[in-house]
């Protein structure tokens, strides 16, 4: 397997695994905080779309998913047009209520398929083009893509955990 097609599988398992929450998700378990927790699962699967977004769009020079599709009109969250929620308060992390699943999953598409869009217009060498000289050892465009995809699957897992649990009380 070339790493292109190891990237594009990679980008894909996100929504795949995101895909095995859809039947649980009611609004009561979208937007639980269970044990007090700031980050429900509505704010996790946010993030998760966000996050890629953000770093696709800073990769490749485009507008991100979440403004260049109206997202951010869509989900009507008081939220500024660049936040991914990396920082967000208690409060702002509880501030993201999400009704429509529908509409989580119909942005996480989006963004997965603006991230294999990319990755399909990359060479295996573009992988390896310095992105960023502020980390020690330099961070790559490959390991870029990565990251990003990997912290969308721990998420995930959080996600997945709280979905699972029978009681979701405060």
Not at 52 to 70: K, Y
Not at 140 to 169: F, I, K, N, W
Request: hydrophobic share 45%; with cysteine; glycine share 8%.
């Amino acid at each position: 397997m070339d790493a292109i097609t190891l990237m594009l599988d990679l980008a894909q398992r996100p929504l795949d695994a995101a895909g095995s929450l859809r039947p649980q998700l009611t609004h009561e378990k979208l937007n639980a905080h269970p044990g007090g927790h700031d980050n429900s699962i509505a704010w996790l699967l946010w993030h998760i779309a966000r996050e890629i977004d953000a770093q696709v769009a800073q990769l490749s020079g485009d507008e991100p998913i979440w403004t260049a599709q109206g997202f951010d009109a869509r989900f009507g969250l008081d939220v500024d047009d660049d936040e991914i929620g990396f920082g967000h308060s208690p409060e702002q992390a509880r501030a993201v209520v999400v009704t429509d699943v529908a509409l989580l999953f119909e942005h996480l598409e989006a963004v997965v398929a603006a991230q294999k869009a990319y990755i399909s217009s990359l060479s295996a060498a573009d992988l390896d083009d310095v992105v960023d000289e502020s980390w020690d050892p330099p961070v790559t465009r490959g390991a870029r893509l990565v990251s990003c995809t990997e912290d969308a699957l721990l998420h995930l897992g959080q996600a997945l955990y709280v979905a699972g649990m029978t009681s979701l009380g405060e």
